[in-house]
């Protein structure tokens, strides 16, 4: 497919570039993590009932971002804030969703249809991917990242995979509004970025949620 294509030249290009942030970004990503595992059990429940019910809150005041196009979720695993209980309100409206899949032999991700929480299987790093034969185009992305800052900026794991995926789509003219979302505490001042990083362009952290504000 076409955007199987961009993908692939999109991965080139990411393992042909020299990242000159990256002691940088691996430094943040160190402490972030410290931070994450700081969070009790009681704390991570809190914010993902405030995170999912943000949530479901932006999509019925702003249908028209998405008009009824798979809404991208991801499926957490059990330190990241799990979106589980909002994909649970979607499917029990009959909206349809859709989670990543990693492809490792191409190094490459995909949105897949997610048809229910049950229907789903173990893929790289133990994170359940769907079971699915249908690729999706979502027009919204929620995101996870271990930080955001105001202006949009995400910190990832360090793969590109979302990166990856965006550059892809929007090579396809396809540009999803894209939601992070995070722990209270994984809100931080400033993260560096890279021309090949992509902002998110809204933020659902903990009790809050706003409308990110890039620097330009």
Not at 35 to 48: D, G, I, M, T, V
Not at 103 to 126: A, C, I, K, T, Y
Not at 158 to 164: E, L
Request: net charge negative; proline share 6%.
């Amino acid at each position: 497919t076409s955007h199987g294509c961009a993908l692939d030249k999109i991965t080139r290009r990411f393992m042909d570039s020299e990242s000159t942030l990256s002691p940088e970004k691996a430094h943040l990503r160190r402490e972030m993590k410290r931070r994450r595992a700081l969070l009790n059990e009681f704390e991570r429940a809190y914010c993902s009932m405030h995170v999912c019910n943000a949530l479901w809150d932006f999509l019925q005041s702003n249908a028209h971002l998405w008009e009824s196009a798979p809404i991208a979720i991801y499926l957490a695993r059990p330190y990241e804030l799990s979106l589980d209980p909002f994909a649970q309100r979607l499917l029990h409206n009959g909206l349809e969703i859709a989670a990543p899949r990693l492809d490792l032999e191409r190094g490459v991700m995909q949105f897949w249809r997610l048809r229910s929480l049950e229907h789903v299987e173990l893929g790289p790093w133990n994170v359940r991917e769907p079971i699915s034969d249908t690729l999706a185009h979502p027009r919204l992305v929620i995101m996870p990242g271990l930080a955001f800052d105001t202006t949009g900026a995400r910190l990832g794991t360090g793969g590109g995979w979302y990166d990856k995926t965006l550059a892809a789509m929007r090579e396809n003219g396809e540009e999803p509004v894209k939601i992070g979302v995070c722990f209270n505490n994984q809100l931080v001042e400033n993260i560096p970025c890279e021309p090949h990083d992509f902002r998110v362009d809204y933020l659902a952290q903990g009790e809050n949620f706003f409308r990110c504000t890039p620097n330009n």
